[in-house]
Each structure stands twice: as structure tokens, then as C-alpha cells.
């Protein structure tokens, strides 16, 4: 069984110090796994975008909401600094959540097996199906 998340939205992160970056922004260890489930918080702790991050490529897939996409890059945006990286939105790439014998090869959702794997891939048809 296969659904595609429209919910949700990819951009990419790119560049020599796209790790370091990451690693002081996010509440997981860029560094141990991908892909992860990360949160990224404000100064005083407080939630403000829920991501799952999987590196293809040289380049880091942020998995995100895809309502917010736009504040989430803005915000990143404002971290960058002198952070030699590149943040791009992927409007060709969607998330798709998959159950079942074919979920196997692909990562499980780390929150809660029950949910199935996440999927960011191109879809090969206009109905956004895989």
C-alpha cells in the first residue's frame, strides 16, 4: 500500500558545511543515521518545525510540512551566516508513505513502525503515485 503525503514538502540543503549547519540547529545527531527524525526548536526550547532528513547525493532531503515550507527555509535562511551551504526547494520530489512486503526496502518511520516507510522520490506519473 502506497499513499503520497501531500502534507508534506522537500528541499534540499547542500554544501561543504551542510552537516555542521544541520548539527547546531537540530535536537538529533546529524552525524549517527540517516535518515532521521529531528525537530528544530526555538532559543527557549519550543517547538517550531518537525523534519526527517535523509542524505542522497551529497545533499541533505528535508522532509517537512509542506504549509510552512517557505517559514522553514526563511528561518534557516537567518542561521546560514557564513555556513558555506545552499538551500533549495524540490518541488519535483514528494513524500510517500509505503506498507507492506515492498516497505521493507526502505526506511521505517522512526516515531512508530505502524507507520509505514517514508519515501522521497520523483514521481513518474501527474497523479503523484510511484
Given amino acids: 500500500m502506497i499513499?503520497?503525503?501531500?502534507?508534506?514538502s522537500v528541499f534540499e540543503?547542500?554544501?561543504?558545511d551542510r552537516a555542521a549547519f544541520?548539527?547546531?540547529?537540530?535536537t538529533n545527531d546529524i552525524h549517527k543515521v540517516t535518515p532521521i527524525y529531528t525537530l528544530?526548536?526555538?532559543?527557549?526550547?519550543?517547538f517550531l518545525f518537525d523534519l526527517f532528513i535523509t542524505e542522497r547525493e551529497g545533499a541533505y532531503l528535508i522532509d517537512a510540512e509542506a504549509a510552512r515550507?517557505?517559514?522553514l527555509i526563511k528561518k534557516l535562511t537567518l542561521h546560514k551566516l557564513r555556513s558555506q551551504v545552499t538551500l533549495t526547494p524540490r518541488p519535483d520530489?514528494?513524500?510517500f508513505a509505503i506498507w507492506g512486503p515492498e516497505a521493507s526496502q526502505y526506511p521505517t518511520d522512526p516515531r512508530l513502525p505502524a507507520l509505514g516507510a517514508r519515501v522521497i522520490q520523483e514521481s513518474k506519473t501527474s497523479d503523484t503515485s510511484l
Fill in 3 to 8: 499513499t503520497h503525503l501531500s502534507q508534506r
Fill in 13 to 16: 540543503i547542500t554544501g561543504p
Fill in 22 to 26: 544541520l548539527q547546531g540547529l537540530i
Fill in 40 to 46: 528544530l526548536l526555538n532559543p527557549k526550547g519550543r
Fill in 69 to 71: 515550507l517557505n517559514e
Fill in 93 to 95: 520530489l514528494h513524500v
